[in-house]
């Protein structure tokens, strides 16, 4: 039987680590664009499509046929090495002269209050609340307005794991939250109570996604993005996050937007600082 040879072109310093420390494991997630490996120690490895980037705990594959996620599955066996991972002696990736790819610094940029309030309500127009959630249950769709009008205890308990997907649209909304909290630099004090108590009573792969922003480890798509926001604003800079799964994209820029617009027009200093991550 031939084996079917992939390249990586990076992978994270996390990834770097377990692949040195991890011998075997099983895919336990496989999406369009995405597959996820939990070792024997319970840590994960995220195979990515490049269209996703490089992140925490990626490796991020060179441009390969579409095709090539879907012959992957749940329970597949994985051996793991630091120059080569293995998926059931049918396929292998070459990690071999694979780039590392650190985490950005945090960047603090001091940016003109009326002048980021308007940018962002121009892209805040092309990226609705309601067209992110028009196709949602009637109470689905009750209680994300209630949260967006009143962040609360209790509003975000009735969205977490709210909603179909592997990030389920009331996450996805929590998501812009902490985001738009982490831009502004303001800790995101009503996420605090949920971290360990209320995260596992949604999906495995939200989960991580919220954990991942809570903590400050974005991905290098959300880096960019935040980035061109506060060093070149121009329309369209948010096209890469728009295109994530489904609605999903859609609802983080939504949230993200609202909730950063409300705290610009509540405040009446002339500057704010923003943060990349």
């Known amino acids: 039987m031939s084996v079917r040879k992939l390249q990586a072109n990076s992978l994270d310093l996390i990834s770097s680590h377990l692949l040195q420390t991890q011998k075997v494991g099983t895919i336990i997630r496989a999406y369009q664009q995405m597959v996820t490996i939990q070792t024997l120690d319970g840590h994960h490895l995220h195979i990515v499509n490049p269209t996703l980037g490089n992140g925490p705990r990626r490796i991020v ?24 991972i293995m998926i059931e002696a049918r396929n292998s990736i070459d990690l071999h002269d694979t780039e590392v790819w650190t985490m950005p610094v945090v960047e603090k940029i001091k940016l003109i209050r009326k002048e980021l309030l308007f940018f962002l309500e121009q892209l805040f127009q092309n990226t609705q609340l309601d067209q992110a959630i028009v196709s949602e249950h009637t109470l689905t769709q009750q209680k994300l307005h209630q949260f967006f009008r009143q962040p609360s205890l209790n509003s975000i308990t009735n969205i977490i794991g709210l909603g179909s997907g592997s990030t389920p649209l009331g996450d996805d909304a929590l998501c812009g939250y902490i985001l738009s909290k982490r831009f502004l630099g303001k800790s995101p004090t009503l996420i605090h109570p949920f971290v360990n108590q209320h995260f596992s009573q949604t999906t495995a792969v939200s989960q991580e996604m919220l954990l991942d922003v809570y903590h400050g480890s974005y991905s290098q798509v959300f880096i960019d993005w935040l980035r061109h926001l506060i060093h070149q604003p121009k329309l369209g800079i948010d096209q890469s996050i728009r295109g994530l799964g489904g609605h999903s994209g859609a609802m983080i820029l939504s949230s993200f937007y609202h909730f950063t617009l409300t705290s610009l027009k509540e405040e009446t200093y002339e500057h704010v600082f923003a943060y990349s991550r």
């Open 61 to 84: 594959l060179n441009p390969y046929p579409e095709a090539v996620f879907h012959t992957f599955y749940p329970g597949m066996r994985v051996e793991l090495s630091p120059t080569m």
